[in-house]
Structure formats: C-alpha cells, structure tokens
C-alpha cells in the first residue's frame, strides 16, 4: 500500500515537472477586458480591432500595446505587460528542468497585468 501511494505521487509530481506547473496552474492564454469612457472606442491589440466593452483573449507570450481610438477623442495608449509568474519556482523546487522549458515555450511562465483595463478617452480641444 505505501509503495502503491509513493508511486502515485511521483508519477503527480513528475506529470507537474513534465508538463510544466505554470502552464496547468494559469495557462498560456489570458482574456483581458476592455474597457473606456465613453464606450464605443475602438481598441486595437495584437493585431485584432474590438470595440469597446469587450474582451480578448491573448498569448502570454508578450506585452501588448493598445490604442483606443473613437472620433472626436484623442488617442489613448496603454500596455498589457508581462511578468514572471510564481508557478514557475515550482518548476524549479521540483527539479522540473522540462517544465520550466515548456513553461517558457508556451507562455505559461507569465502571466499579463492587467486582466482589466479602464481608460477614460479626453474630448479633442
């Protein structure tokens, strides 16, 4: 019985360090929502056009810039960034060398900041 539960544990443990344990815990991908004041801008992100309130879902891999754009408003910039995500030390308390690899591969190894975004667009003078 012990052997049988000692072996079920490596084999979850060897399935986290495998599989990489940010990329289970959050996954690559992020959905950030969009937002302005007034709504009806167009936000234009990773190469796709949204208007204003939506959501989109987006790679891990990379900070995105944005530009909310509506007639009669000055354009308003803003970033997603990247950053590191804490799941990632487990890969490396775990000895998980293939995780952390397919962590950085995928996009799992970051999260993106914020999952929010709110901008109030200023009338053109």
Same mark, same amino acid.
């Given at each position: 019985?012990?052997?049988?539960?000692?072996?079920?544990?490596?084999?979850?443990?060897?399935?986290?360090?495998? !599989?990489?344990?940010?990329?289970?815990?959050?996954?690559?991908?992020?959905?950030?929502?969009?937002?302005?004041?007034? =709504?009806?801008?167009?936000?234009?992100?990773?190469?796709?056009?949204?208007?204003?309130?939506?959501?989109?879902?987006?790679?891990?891999? =990379?900070?995105?810039?944005?530009?909310?754009?509506?007639?009669?408003?000055?354009?308003?910039?803003?970033?997603?960034?990247?950053?590191? !995500?804490?799941?990632?030390?487990?890969?490396?308390?775990?000895?998980?060398?293939?995780?952390?690899?397919?962590?950085?591969?995928?996009?799992?190894?970051?999260?993106?900041?914020? =999952?929010?975004?709110?901008?109030?667009?200023?009338?053109?003078?």
């Amino acid at each position: 019985m012990v052997k049988k539960v000692a072996g079920t544990i490596l084999v979850i443990l060897y399935t986290f360090a495998v !599989s990489g344990c940010a990329t289970i815990a959050h996954g690559t991908v992020t959905t950030v929502r969009l937002n302005s004041t007034p =709504q009806g801008a167009t936000a234009m992100v990773g190469g796709s056009m949204v208007v204003t309130p939506s959501s989109i879902a987006l790679k891990n891999t =990379q900070a995105y810039p944005i530009v909310f754009k509506k007639d009669g408003y000055e354009d308003t910039y803003y970033t997603i960034d990247k950053y590191m !995500s804490g799941w990632v030390w487990g890969n490396i308390v775990f000895g998980g060398l293939i995780g952390l690899v397919i962590d950085n591969m995928t996009g799992g190894a970051y999260k993106l900041v914020p =999952q929010e975004v709110n901008v109030n667009l200023s009338p053109k003078k």
